[in-house]
């Protein structure tokens, strides 16, 4: 219903059968407000009545203004319909129809005072009622029809019907919006986990082939090397056997103990990457004096340097230290990068150095040899890659050296680093801590959660589920610092990952169930190996949880950390 | 919308008796005819009685509709007498040049009662005259 404006003070639409008797009802209560008498108010509300029945029946709606103006009570009726055919006739009254039309029509001008009809396209009925009294404002008057409940229930339920009808579509078209949409991100989803599946089963692909390969690293190792001992040993044996063989013999003999020396070398390193790669490797810590070692290192390579035009200088420290690693592996790593500095420096020298730096010491290996270009660098530290050049050809090698190398510097708790420039030198540089078991000053665990694994994204990802919950979790980075923390307190859970290169996992919980004292410290495996069944029912057997790491949910993690320490 | 906007007709003794106490909408006075001209038919009644005393307005529908009413109703053998006009109504109607041709009218429902048939000896309401009379 449209809200009057000026001097109108109700407006009512015909197009409903009700519309005719609200628009009596309201023109009865605005004539009494405007001081008529029951009788002029019967009237004016009647023929009201009469031209809006005609507005409704004839043109099927239409809309009664009702106003007041300053002397008289003034009623229009539009509508939109055919107009009427034959007016004249009808206001003459003498026409008169089957329903009644004519008739209305002249009693209407009979009703009122002022009568106006226009009735071309659509009809206009203008009638008014001269008031009987001074004209009240019609604001008040509005106010006061609003009051009176000026709206009629029908035309308000019939709005609000509409406005409903209206909202029902809209909320019809969203639902319709929303359930294309959930199609399109289910048929996504479907995607999305597919590809999933897909991503998985290659990882695993991946794994497994990775595994294989350090498995038959490992295997062929030791079958090579039995054979290359026997050969070498034998070889050891002609030499210097009874009676000594001719000269030439000799050679030919002593070269066949050089090659499988070589090859031996070469075996051991390839055990070692594989032992590395399968987390069995075993570090053997000791206190070792930094001027020691270089001196066994210099008797060590001294042989080495009998046919070249280097010279091998050593660099001492100033200051005696010590230094605690496994001095073994120490070795090994500094042997391999000085013999790799003789090899590829035909002329000059190369100074090995040594120097302490705070609670860290590095070691510097640098040659004035051929040097490595920019791009190669990187590759360098790759499993056999060899950087081709005239050099390289007439050395032969497996590529393994330097990614061992690094590989154990990382082992020993430090890092390996190179600057070169071709023509000029190389500069290998390893630093590492003076105590590698500086960093396992065994933290208190009481009541925490240990948190054991060797990759540290892994620790941090465990740390970052168990924040914010009741859970104080500790973490350390291997099964010996494990063990050291173990043996000082004990912790409300551990979780364990498997493969670690000092001490794996497996072998930190057999010796925690062998220990009474730790034997029933709830223990949660988390590893990203795929395990066989046997695997984890051997775990399980050691009163183990077996989590896998690539889909540890956080609730999952709690769950299994609520179970696991009931 | 239809059951709840229906006048109520009621049946006392061989009359019906209607009265309108709101002001109704075209649809409601065209099922009132309808409704009325049935209620004779399945009565037999003899005459009806409108009292109108509750309108406001008579305008040239509703006037037309009483005269329908008492039309069908003579048809159908029974007398109709509409009772209770307000004046300001008579005088609208009269104004309106409006004279409910063939419905009687009376002042008050005593006297629309004594203008209607007194009751036969014979009340059952299906007598053979309003069936042969039906429609």
């Known amino acids: 219903m449209n809200a009057p404006i000026g001097d109108e003070v109700a407006r009512v639409d015909l197009r409903h059968d009700e519309g005719v008797v609200t628009a009596r009802q309201r023109a009865r209560d605005v004539a009494e407000l405007l001081g008529f008498d029951r009788l002029e108010q019967t009237r004016i509300a009647t023929a009201v009545s009469e031209l809006a029945r005609n507005a409704h029946r004839y043109a099927g709606g239409g809309e009664v203004r009702i106003s007041c103006g300053a002397n008289a009570m003034r009623v229009e009726v539009v509508d939109a319909g055919p107009g009427i055919p034959n007016l004249e006739e009808v206001l003459r009254g003498d026409y008169t129809s089957a329903t009644g039309l004519g008739r209305g029509l002249v009693g209407v001008r009979q009703l009122m005072d002022e009568f106006e009809i226009e009735a071309a396209r659509g009809t206009r009925v203008r009638v008014a009622k001269r008031l009987p009294g001074p004209a009240p404002d019609a604001r008040e008057v509005r106010a006061e029809l609003a009051r009176r409940g000026a709206v009629n229930p029908f035309d308000e339920v019939s709005r609000q019907n509409e406005e409903l009808l209206q909202a029902l579509g809209e909320v019809r078209a969203r639902q319709k919006a929303m359930l294309a949409l959930n199609r399109e991100l289910e048929e996504t989803n479907t995607g999305v986990v597919a590809l999933y599946a897909e991503l998985d089963e290659r990882a695993q692909r991946l794994r497994d082939a990775d595994e294989r390969k350090s498995r038959f690293l490992a295997d062929m190792s030791h079958e090579l090397r039995t054979p290359l001992n026997s050969i070498i040993a034998l070889a050891e044996l002609l030499l210097s056997g009874k009676p000594p063989l001719a000269s030439e013999q000799a050679t030919q003999v002593s070269f066949i103990r050089r090659v499988a020396q070589d090859q031996l070398t070469l075996v051991g390193d390839l055990l070692d990457i594989a032992k590395i790669e399968a987390g069995r490797l075993e570090l053997e810590l000791e206190d070792v004096a930094l001027s020691e070692l270089l001196v066994l290192l210099r008797g060590q390579l001294r042989p080495l340097l009998k046919d070249a035009g280097v010279q091998l200088r050593f660099d001492f420290p100033p200051a005696e230290a010590t230094l605690r690693t496994d001095e073994a592996k120490l070795i090994q790593v500094l042997r391999n990068l000085i013999s790799n500095a003789v090899k590829f420096t035909p002329q000059g020298e190369v100074l090995v150095s040594a120097e302490v730096l705070g609670p860290r010491v590095r070691f510097t290996v640098a040659d004035t040899g051929i040097g490595i270009a920019a791009d190669d660098l990187p590759r360098i530290f790759e499993e056999f890659v060899q950087i081709p050049g005239e050099r390289q050809k007439a050395r032969q090698g497996t590529g393994l050296g330097l990614p061992l190398a690094k590989t154990l510097v990382g082992l020993l708790g430090g890092e390996m680093t190179v600057r070169s420039t071709v023509g000029v030198g190389t500069a290998f540089t390893i630093e590492l801590p003076l105590r590698h078991d500086v960093d396992s000053s065994v933290p208190d665990v009481t009541g925490a959660v240990l948190v054991v694994d060797d990759d540290e994204t892994s620790r941090y990802v465990v740390e970052a589920h168990l924040r914010d919950t009741a859970w104080r979790t500790v973490a350390v980075a291997g099964g010996e610092p494990a063990l050291a923390a173990l043996a000082e307190a004990l912790p409300a859970a551990v979780i364990l990952d498997l493969s670690m290169p000092d001490l794996d996992g497996v072998e930190v919980l057999r010796r925690m169930r062998a220990d009474a004292r730790m034997a029933a410290v709830p223990v949660i495996i988390h590893t990203s190996r795929l395990l066989e069944r046997w695997e984890v029912e051997r775990l399980e057997g050691l009163g183990a949880h077996v989590l896998d790491k690539s889909r540890t949910s956080r609730s999952q993690l709690l769950e299994v950390l609520s179970v696991a320490t009931r | ?135």
């Open chain 2, 1 to 135: 919308m239809d059951r709840v906007n229906r006048i109520p007709i009621l049946k006392l003794g061989h009359l019906l008796l209607v009265s309108i106490q709101v002001d109704m909408h075209d649809r409601m006075a065209l099922a009132l005819q309808e409704d009325l001209a049935e209620r004779i038919a399945e009565t037999g009644a003899r005459g009806v009685l409108i009292d109108i005393s509750g309108l406001e307005f008579i305008d040239s529908f509703i006037g037309r509709m009483l005269s329908d009413i008492a039309g069908i109703a003579r048809v159908l053998d029974a007398d109709t007498v509409v009772v209770g006009m307000r004046p300001v109504v008579a005088i609208t109607l009269v104004d309106l040049g409006l004279t409910l041709p063939g419905v009687r009218t009376a002042l008050t429902v005593e006297r629309g009662m004594a203008m209607l048939p007194a009751p036969t000896v014979d009340e059952d309401p299906g007598d053979e005259e309003a069936e042969t009379a039906g429609p």
